[in-house]
């Protein structure tokens, strides 16, 4: 019986504005090709298989520019907006007697476009993000977390998110039921 639904942020909940990716940002200041980058900032930001300071050294930038960078990207980024079907999903699924709502998303780092900023977090009776557990989506630490967390079985989660990999292999992997949700 499922008694929790998790949902990933990006492109699930709220629909990308558009606006410039970090890894173009970091080729403005980055003596290495965009290539190079990218891999780094999967490494790090989203994967977590290397060290801020090691994000560092392959982009051959120093780390006190890095965080500047990300907090200027979103100090001044245009925010996303929430998906118009999802007001209207997450409350019925909240009417349903006893299920818990819960955020599991590949987070970088804190930044002021959070479920409060779009006026989401009164529907979440939890919300997790890797940058707080150190593990990212597609790693089954993560999910296995949440299910420590929640104090719930694998077979009573079922996960909904917009990648792949990330989201539907990695809810599958840690036993959990997922839905893809291609928007």
Not at 32 to 49: G, M, P, Q, S, V
Not at 87 to 110: C, H
Not at 113 to 122: D, E, P, T
Not at 134 to 139: S, W
């Amino acid at each position: 019986m499922i008694k929790a639904i998790s949902f990933d942020i990006g492109k699930t909940l709220i629909k990308p504005s558009g606006n410039s990716s970090l890894t173009k940002e970091f080729a403005t200041i980055s003596v290495e090709n965009i290539d190079c980058i990218k891999k780094a900032y999967k490494e790090h930001f989203l994967t977590r298989r290397i060290s801020l300071d090691d994000f560092c050294k392959k982009i051959k930038v120093d780390k006190e520019t890095v965080i500047s960078t990300v907090n200027e990207h979103y100090k001044y980024r245009s925010p996303d907006v929430v998906w118009d079907d999802v007001p209207k999903a997450l409350k019925e699924l909240k009417e349903i007697d006893g299920m818990l709502l819960f955020t599991l998303s590949n987070k970088s780092y804190k930044n002021p476009f959070c479920l409060n900023f779009y006026g989401l977090n009164s529907w979440f009776d939890k919300e997790i993000y890797s940058c707080d557990v150190g593990f990212a989506k597609p790693n089954i630490m993560i999910f296995q977390y949440a299910q420590d967390v929640l104090n719930l079985k694998s077979s009573e989660i079922i996960h909904v998110g917009d990648s792949y990999t990330s989201d539907y292999l990695g809810a599958k992997r840690a036993g959990w039921k997922s839905l893809l949700l291609a928007r």
